[in-house]
């Protein structure tokens, strides 16, 4: 019998609803781009914290990043006696760390240098990095062709050179760099190895600043040491200026995660205590990093889905709206039925299903324009690509992120948005419906 009349009630609601089919519409229409603009604020929303994870993620989850960092200016100017400056991790530090911290399983000392590069009349700007075997694991790098530098060639401090995709492509456009020399200052290299593509990592964190590892010249690291050595020297017109730096990064590995945050306070003491007040080293730590990245995405999701449930507010206020108009309109049916013995309750219950049924279908149109956040993501995406971005600086690091991201639909925001859209028809068609159901009968009939 309930179900009955309910069925009854809901065929009742949806032929007042058509009577009025653009009205209706319109009114729906703040419901769903509500509940769409809810689902897909998420998503984008997810999705860039997601990616922000990942980036996190490459740089190890048992990692502790430590990078020379150039001290204040004032720092410089007490501890420097020559026009040489001298800062950043030293070869001693290396050895220091991996001697004293038990926890640290394996090390990867870093050394790089911006260079020029050249073969024959080709020529470019790369990052020349001299680094060990282990540096290939550590970065996610995969070889395409030969190999990569191996213990044999840091013994005997060869000068063998890996170089990245797109600098064997600016430099041998025609012809295989396999078995090729290039020259680095005054150095030659012999190319014994390619890398695949691999994507430019973001700045993460106040110090780590972004890599760009399609670019990049690996060369032994002890060769490093022995052909370029520690100290760099810029020359301009009028001006000159030399940097001594031995180590550029150390990356250590812990063998458990749970040691990683208390292995990184003891290497910040040991660092401390060699470094005196000199500020001119960073400890990076991705597990820290992580951490602050999800609770970031919480709070992220959190007012995002705020501003787009505005919208729905909206919407409701419109449906109000309406049923308040509906309700004039309909006056003199209202006493029709109360004089045929219909109860204030059948009345409230008949307003507030057409609100429900208005709100309800409004919602399961915004769910499924929701779903399709990911496809108009990546069709707006390619127009902004295709014309508006055209000959500006898309490798900037807000236009990797943008063009890098997508949009990841969270599952639970669907019932959400969905639910919310219910609760606002409940909420904003309450009033209208009392309002309908507490007219006097004789008065109704007597409305024109």
């Not at 020349?128 to 075997?133: I, M």
């Amino acid at each position: 019998m309930i179900a009955n009349n309910t069925i009854r009630t809901v065929r009742s609601a949806l032929k007042s609803l058509m009577l009025h089919k653009l009205r209706s519409g319109l009114t729906m229409l703040g419901i769903v781009f509500g509940v769409f603009s809810v689902i897909a604020m998420l998503a984008i929303g997810e999705g860039a914290s997601l990616q922000a994870q990942k980036q996190v993620l490459e740089l190890g989850a048992t990692n502790i990043i430590i990078i020379s960092v150039k001290p204040p200016a004032e720092t410089q100017q007490s501890n420097s006696s020559s026009r040489v400056l001298q800062y950043g991790l030293l070869r001693s530090d290396y050895d220091l760390l991996i001697k004293t911290i038990p926890t640290v399983v394996s090390a990867v000392p870093i050394r790089e240098s911006q260079q020029h590069v050249r073969y024959l009349d080709k020529e470019m700007n790369s990052r020349l990095v001299g680094c060990t075997e282990e540096y290939i694991g550590m970065n996610h790098l995969e070889v395409e062709r030969g190999r990569f530098i191996s213990e044999q060639d840091q013994v005997n401090m060869l000068n063998v050179a890996v170089i990245a995709r797109e600098v064997a492509d600016t430099l041998f456009p025609l012809s295989d760099p396999i078995g090729k020399s290039i020259r680095v200052d005054d150095n030659y290299f012999k190319v014994v190895g390619i890398t695949k593509d691999r994507t430019a990592s973001a700045a993460i964190g106040g110090s780590l600043s972004g890599q760009d590892y399609n670019k990049d010249i690996y060369i032994p690291l002890r060769t490093f040491f022995v052909r370029l050595g520690d100290l760099i020297v810029a020359r301009q017109t009028g001006s000159f200026s030399a940097e001594q730096v031995e180590l550029n990064q150390i990356t250590l590995k812990v063998d458990d995660p749970e040691q990683v945050i208390a292995t990184s306070e003891v290497v910040r003491e040991t660092l401390e205590k060699t470094h005196a007040r000199k500020k001119d080293y960073a400890v990076v730590v991705p597990l820290e990093l992580l951490e602050q990245a999800r609770q970031i995405r919480l709070l992220f999701n959190a007012v995002l889905g705020s501003i787009a449930a505005i919208s729905l507010v909206v919407g409701g206020i419109g449906i109000m709206n309406i049923m308040l108009a509906t309700v004039t309109e309909r006056t003199r049916e209202i006493g029709v039925r109360r004089a045929l013995g219909a109860r204030q309750r059948d009345i409230t219950e008949q307003f507030l299903t057409e609100t429900i049924v208005l709100s309800g279908t409004g919602g399961v149109i915004g769910v499924l324009l929701g779903l399709s956040t990911p496809l108009a993501f990546s069709v707006i995406r390619s127009v902004l690509k295709q014309f508006l971005l055209e000959g500006a600086d898309s490798s900037s690091e807000a236009g990797r992120i943008f063009f890098e991201m997508e949009p990841q639909i969270a599952v639970w925001s669907l019932p959400l948005a969905f639910g919310i859209s219910v609760g606002i028809g409940i909420i904003f068609g309450l009033y209208p419906a009392r309002s309908a159901a507490r007219l006097d009968p004789i008065e109704a009939l007597r409305h024109e």
